[in-house]
Nanobody, 121 residues
Framework: QVQLVESGGGLVHSGGSLRLSCVSS????????VGWFRRAPGKEREFVAA????????LYADSVRGRFTISRDNAKNTVYLQMNSLKPEDTAVYYC??????????????WGQGTQVTVSS
């Protein structure tokens, strides 16, 4: 079973930046998608961004498009989420997830444990 481990969360001021990392415990063959999601206190989990391997096609939520960038490093089995111009409403626990197949905002099978991002005003 592939495991995903997130890191890079923390406390940042509004307008600041953070880079989250999602490391996979094993290299997966074929076409698959890695996504980032977040859950803010008292809210439902929401889709943030996704990237399809090996084509590097990406998908973003409207709320983060232009501020966040998802990317991958094949050699390190790692997907990154670069978050710029952070806002207090970006405060949440961020999770990475993986699924076989194409880009989608739901139906992910494997989840990491999450990393906390807090943006102060």
């Amino acid at each position: 079973q592939v495991q995903l481990v997130e890191s890079g969360g923390g406390l940042v001021h509004s307008g600041g930046s953070l880079r989250l990392s999602c490391v996979s415990s094993a290299r997966t063959s074929g076409s698959y998608t890695v996504g980032w999601f977040r859950r803010a206190p008292g809210k439902e989990r929401e889709f943030v961004a996704a990237i399809r391997w090996p084509f590097t096609i990406t998908l973003y939520a409207d709320s983060v498009r232009g501020r966040f960038t998802i990317s991958r490093d094949n050699a390190k089995n790692t997907v990154y989420l670069q978050m710029n111009s952070l806002k207090p409403e970006d405060t949440a626990v961020y999770y990475c997830a993986a699924r076989n197949g194409g880009l989608t905002t739901s139906s992910y099978d494997i989840w990491g444990q999450g990393t906390q991002v807090t943006v102060s005003s």
